[in-house]
């Protein structure tokens, strides 16, 4: 079982639509998840973290945890052509960041 | 967020010649890490780099093949020795911001022929 395991996409929305990204953890000791986008050709670039159980809005982001379940998703609302990309989860733990395999968003105008 | 930048933006190599990487941060940061990425996948960890101590390797590196220097604050260096095709990838740098965030340089992109 991997450590963060992300929806194998890839992922196509029609613009304006809701996107929406799962990922789970396999360690219970987590204590901070991230959420990275990628766009092709660049490097990762931080657009949520989250710490605790619940929602965190950030404008047209909303991270969601989920403890118990060991899960995080992230929602990308009214999503826009510039909204594709590849997406990654993070989970930190002993002193270092696991990404999971990512995943490919596209929006379709 | 810290602006980082890295050297060579991209290179083309013989195998068995070695290649140093240089990251550069514009701010003092204690924490440091290298991450390959291939094409089409995620970011696997190579090494936590700390200022005055020795880097911390993952499973499955090793310093002799990627031996990295952290004299100071705001730079580090990876470098990739005896090279052959499977070391052609991406290489990013990383340093933790606040909260255990990261910030990636813009990459090397390391073909070896």
């Known amino acids: 079982q991997k450590e963060v395991e992300q929806n194998s996409g890839p992922l196509s929305v029609p613009e304006g639509a809701i996107a929406s990204l799962n990922c789970t953890y396999s360690d219970r000791g987590s204590q901070s998840f991230f959420w990275y986008r990628q766009y092709s050709g660049k490097s990762p670039e931080l657009i949520m973290f989250?710490?605790?159980?619940g929602d965190k809005e950030d404008g047209r982001f909303t991270a969601q945890l989920n403890k118990a379940s060991q899960y995080v998703s992230l929602l990308i609302r009214d999503s826009q052509p510039s909204d594709s990309a590849t997406y990654l989860c993070?989970?930190?733990?002993?002193?270092?960041?696991?990404f999971g395999d990512g995943t490919t968003l596209t929006v379709k105008p | 967020s810290a602006v980082i930048s890295q050297k060579p933006s991209r290179d083309i190599c013989q195998r068995g010649t070695s290649l140093t990487i240089q990251c550069q941060v514009d701010s003092q940061v204690t924490m440091m890490f290298w991450y390959r990425q291939q094409p089409g996948q995620s970011l696997t960890l190579i090494a936590t780099a700390n200022q005055g101590s020795e880097a911390t390797y993952e499973s499955g590196f090793v310093i002799d093949k990627f031996p990295i220097s952290r004299p100071n604050l705001t730079f580090s260096t990876l470098t990739v020795s005896n090279m052959s095709p499977e070391d052609s990838s991406i290489y990013l740098c990383s340093v933790e911001g606040s909260g255990e965030t990261q910030y990636f340089g813009p990459g090397t992109r390391l073909l070896v022929l």
């Open positions: 993070a989970v930190f733990n002993a002193g270092k960041s696991t």
């Open positions: 989250i710490y605790s159980n």
